[in-house]
Structure formats: C-alpha cells, structure tokens
C-alpha cells in the first residue's frame, strides 16, 4: 500500500471534531449565557439602572470590562494553538488596565481629598469579591472544557487567561448591580476578584490542560 492511501484511509477513519475556533466560539455564547442567567437569577441589576445608565461613571465600568472581555479573549483564541505567537496580543490586555487607572487619576484631581479614602472602599466590596468568582465559575469551566480540546504550550497560563475572559464577563453582569460607580472603587476591588479568577484558572488549567 502507498503511503498517499494510507493517510487517505486514516484520515476516512478518522472523527470530524470542530475547529478550536468553533470550541471556544461556543464557549463563549454558553459562558454568556449561564453568567446572565446566574445574575437575573440570583443577583439582578439595581434599581437605579435607569438613572445610572445616564452617567459617565456608570458605563466606564461596562467599558473597562467588555474590554477585558475582547483584549483577553483575542489571547485565549490563540493561545491553545502551539507555534501561534501571543506576546503582542497579550499586551492589549494591559488596555482595561490603563482606561480604569486614567480615569482613577481624573477623579483624585476632580473630587476632595477627603473622600478619596470613602470613594474607594465603596458599600459593595465583599460583594464584588464575592459575585464576580461565583458569576466567572460556569464560564471558567466552559473555556477550561474547549482549551482541553487544544494544546497549550503553557497550561498554567493558558488556564489564566482563561479565567481572565470569564472574570470580565462576570464583572461586566455585576456592574449592572454595583452601585459603587467610583473608579477609585473600580480600581481597586474589580481587579481583587478578578485576579482570584485568573489565579483559580492557572490553577486548574495546570492540572487539566497538561498534553
């Protein structure tokens, strides 16, 4: 038998499975998905949405996590494919970073220094450190679940930016319900929660996304 037909036979045997692409994809809708229904359900926006969504300080927060959301996914759509470079990408995700700092900065000079230390401790700190991890478990799991359909070349990262994706959803559901809308507050406690998100996912990718 020719070499040419013998990979013509193994590839005939071989199972169709879906693209890492199309994986994540879907993981991405079902993440989504089970975070929305985990808020409305559990959670729920505040009952001042209404007037809030009329002020900037409000909406900067959805632009800080949506942008989380879209500069670490552009990462986490690479980085289980080995020999596809990801330090550029992996920059961005520095963005949210530099949006919530400049807008933390704008605020110490337009507000008194004497609510500075108010404004960043907020009313909602043991929430946010609280629903932002219980939102971003059932999206972790989904990406943990396609990233095991693909090869990492570093499992314990590639577990974080995982986690990073899911932690940015979350926190993008809960800022509809935090009505803490400093960026000192932002600033501070957003990135608790999501760090812990981030670390949880190196973990377990370490653990389950090893080839």
């Known amino acids: 038998m020719r070499t040419d037909d013998l990979i013509a036979l193994l590839v005939q045997d071989a199972p169709v499975r879906q693209s890492l692409n199309q ?42 996590t949506i942008s989380l959301v879209m500069m670490a996914s552009t990462v986490l ?20 970073v530099v949006l919530i700092a400049s807008a933390a900065i704008f605020e110490l000079y337009a507000v008194p220094s004497e609510t500075w230390h108010t404004r960043m401790i907020g009313h909602n700190a ?24 693909a090869a990492p070349v570093r499992p314990a ?9 899911a932690a940015g959803i979350a926190a993008t559901f809960y ?9 000192l507050f932002v600033m501070l406690w957003y990135p608790i929660a999501i760090s812990a998100v981030a670390l949880a996912g190196a973990l377990l990718g370490r653990r389950l996304l090893r080839w």
Do not use: E
């Open 175 to 183: 800022a509809a319900n935090c009505d803490d809308d400093s960026p």
């Open 23 to 64: 994986l994540l994809l879907h993981a991405v809708i079902a993440a989504v998905l089970i975070a929305g229904i985990g808020f409305f359900a559990f959670i729920g926006p505040r009952p001042d949405i209404d007037t809030a969504m009329a002020t900037g300080r409000f909406l900067l927060k959805f632009v800080v």
């Open 77 to 96: 759509f690479r980085i289980g494919k080995p020999g596809v470079p990801t330090a550029a990408w992996s920059r961005t995700i520095l963005i949210p």
């Open 157 to 165: 990262i590639a577990g974080a930016v995982a986690g990073l994706v």
């Open 126 to 149: 043991r929430f946010c450190l609280t629903f932002i991890p219980a939102l971003a478990a059932g999206p972790l799991s989904c990406f943990l679940y396609a990233l095991r359909q």
